[in-house]
């Protein structure tokens, strides 16, 4: 499936390893507690679901769409909500779930906007985090790779809606339409 386009940067393999990782510190962190996944649509879904499978506490999920890019490879700044919770989080420990954090606007929005529906606690789990890129500080409290400047496509990730069924995490080499 991959081809000269694109060249993996993290295999599946090494992906399970690190989202098996995950979940125990949150199984660890999150015990006797109310946790909800708040899942980042569309992104995060393929995270999610390895995720909440790997997590041993009771849990509930539930899903909001923002819009952060236009339909390319670069920041419009501008977030929007498309779809909301169908759910209240209030008094209940609410970890979002997010693919990457790259200048962090999506999230830092996110983060202010779920605050002021009075969470018992808010933490955030990521799968990549492209700390060179930051516009606004945000640090997620879980992480699972920190990868460099370059623009990644595959599990759950898209360029142009394109590549989110890769089991793989690939870097984008030529960016056609
Ligand atoms: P931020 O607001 O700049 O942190 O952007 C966060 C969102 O942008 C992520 O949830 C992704 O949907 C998208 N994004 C950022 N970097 C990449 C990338 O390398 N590949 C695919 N999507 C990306
Ligand atoms: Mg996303």
Redesign the pocket.
Known sequence: MVDGRMRVLLSNKEIQKKVGELAEAISRDYEGKDLLLVC?LK??VVFLSDLMRYIKVPLGIDFMAVS??GSG?S?SGV?RILKDLDMSIENRDVLIV??????????SYLCENLLSRNPKSLKIVTL?D?PE?R?VQIRPDYCGFKIPD????GYG???NEKHRNYPDVCV?LEFDS
Do not use: P, Q, W
């Open positions: 980042v992104g995060a952060s890019y490879a920041t977030v997010e693919d990457i954090i790259d200048s962090g606007l999506t999230l990549l492209k890129r516009k370059e623009f990644v496509v990730l898209d360029y984008l």
